[in-house]
């Protein structure tokens, strides 16, 4: 059986689909059907926005010192 791909409308194979689903406190916030290429893009997308921002000023302003 071939169901689309949420992101970008491709019939995907249920053998090279992957499923997202994303929970908050139990209930289904998102859940999507993405074929291979869409899905690296996710993850891509995900690690980006999820990754801890590096601040441009690295002077010693930008520290917290606890006296």
């Not at 289904?28 to 995900?46: G, H, S």
């Amino acid at each position: 059986m071939s169901d689309p791909c949420d992101g970008c409308g491709r019939a995907v194979e249920d053998a090279l689909a992957r499923a997202v689903q994303l929970q908050v406190d139990g209930s289904t916030v998102d859940d999507q059907r993405l074929c291979p290429t869409c899905f690296a893009d996710w993850i891509t997308r995900y690690e980006e926005q999820m990754s801890p921002k590096q601040s441009s000023d690295d002077s010693a302003d930008s520290e917290i010192i606890v006296d």
